[in-house]
């Protein structure tokens, strides 16, 4: 059975910090609501022109945002076998940068 723990423990693994096609990933989130400030919950992945501004400590939190996000909404299941099916060169792993 996949938990929060043992699912961040393989996006860690190997030096990983976000794979490469995050937001495919963030679309799959049940519950996404927009804030009255014009925000989201979860926050939005740090893509676009946030990916030069932030450092990938920054961009790696904001993945983990997301992974408690569907343990919490009951999609760790989901979300584990998408990120478990990617090929280690879809992912950024830390030093690339």
Same mark, same amino acid.
């Given at each position: ?28 989130? %049940?519950?996404?609501?927009? /804030?009255?400030?014009?925000? @989201? ?5 740090? #893509?676009? !022109? ?8 920054? %961009?790696?939190?904001?993945? /983990?945002?997301?992974?408690? @996000? ?5 999609? #760790?299941? !989901? ?19």
């Amino acid at each position: 059975m996949e938990t929060f723990e043992t699912l961040w423990q393989f996006c860690t693994d190997n030096n990983r910090a976000v794979p490469k096609d995050w937001n495919k990933l963030y679309e799959m989130l %049940k519950n996404k609501k927009q /804030k009255p400030s014009g925000g @989201w919950e979860p926050s939005l992945p740090l #893509i676009l !022109e946030a990916w030069d501004v932030t450092m990938t400590i920054e %961009k790696q939190l904001r993945f /983990k945002e997301h992974i408690q @996000w569907a343990t919490n909404n009951g999609q #760790i299941e !989901e979300i584990a076998s998408y990120l478990k099916s990617l090929p280690e060169a879809e992912w950024y792993h830390f030093g690339e940068l």
